[in-house]
């Protein structure tokens, strides 16, 4: 498909349309061209963007490390290699806090377990 709306855009990376806008706003999104009302119209690029930052920002990363990240990237100024640098040592240590927790949880899993059988092992 070559042009988007912002429905379906939306549709498309299965996000709320005011998620859209959200991102528009904050510069995360630029339309490609508009209609004659004056009606932004998005590419593919636009989608593959919208699906990219959606991943980072469900993975944790804050929106001002998005906008920064995408400012640099559609500015090309040469510094995006640091700044996809940087998003990984964020994604890499969200994984390190996710794995703890998942520890923390499993752990908590065995314990609950081993209370209730005792519970109904002496009930």
């Known amino acids: 498909?070559?042009?988007?709306?912002?429905?379906?855009?939306?549709?498309?990376?299965?996000?709320?349309?005011?998620?859209?806008?959200?991102?528009?706003?904050?510069?995360?999104?630029?339309?490609?061209?508009?209609?004659?009302?004056g009606y932004g119209l998005y590419d593919a690029g636009a989608l593959e963007r919208?699906?990219?930052?959606?991943?980072?920002?469900?993975?944790?990363?804050?929106?001002?490390?998005?906008?920064?990240?995408?400012?640099?990237?559609?500015?090309?100024?040469g510094d995006a290699g640091d700044c996809l640098a940087h998003l990984r040592a964020l994604v890499a240590a969200r994984?390190?806090?996710?794995?703890?927790l998942d520890r923390q949880l499993a752990g908590m899993v065995v314990a609950e377990r081993r209370r209730t059988a005792t519970e109904h092992h002496h009930g």
């Not at 706003?25 to 490609?32: F, I, S, V």
């Not at 990240?69 to 100024?77: R, T």
């Open 95 to 100: 994984r390190e806090a996710l794995a703890l």
């Open 50 to 77: 919208l699906r990219f930052v959606r991943a980072l920002f469900e993975a944790g990363i804050g929106l001002g490390e998005l906008v920064r990240l995408c400012h640099v990237l559609d500015s090309q100024a």
């Open 1 to 37: 498909m070559g042009a988007y709306t912002v429905s379906r855009l939306a549709q498309e990376a299965d996000v709320s349309v005011n998620v859209v806008r959200d991102y528009v706003l904050r510069g995360l999104l630029r339309p490609a061209s508009h209609t004659e009302g």
